[in-house]
Nanobody, 120 residues
């Protein structure tokens, strides 16, 4: 079994910063990519940022230049540094991992979500 444990969400004023973290644990053989998605009320879940095992990153256009994703490969942890936050960044942020799990094969794993609220 694999778990993704997120932390770092909260309430921040517009223009402020937050850092989200997500630690993967369990019977992981390989992590191909980790990323962050978000879902605002009444909207579909969308990709925010993703990083693969060769450190290639991709970002949603709405966060380019403001958010940075990076990984600690030794700790199976991914971070999302969010700067210049806007009210429209308010959402539940979900960590995601594309991984091979011992005895289960390749899976897509989700965290429980962490709420980010940006006040104007």
């Amino acid at each position: 079994q694999v778990q993704l444990v997120e932390s770092g969400g909260g309430l921040v004023q517009a223009g402020g910063s937050l850092r989200l973290s997500c630690a993967a644990s369990g019977s992981i053989s390989t992590i191909y990519a980790m990323g962050w998605y978000r879902q605002a009320p009444g909207k579909q879940r969308e990709l925010v940022a993703r990083i693969n095992y060769i450190r290639t990153t991709n970002y949603a256009d709405s966060v380019k230049g403001r958010f940075t994703i990076f990984r600690d490969y030794a700790k199976n942890t991914v971070y999302l540094q969010m700067n210049s936050l806007k009210p429209e960044d308010t959402a539940v942020y979900y960590c995601n991992a594309d991984a091979t799990v011992v005895g289960q094969g390749r899976l897509e794993v989700w965290g429980q979500g962490t709420l980010v609220t940006v006040s104007s």
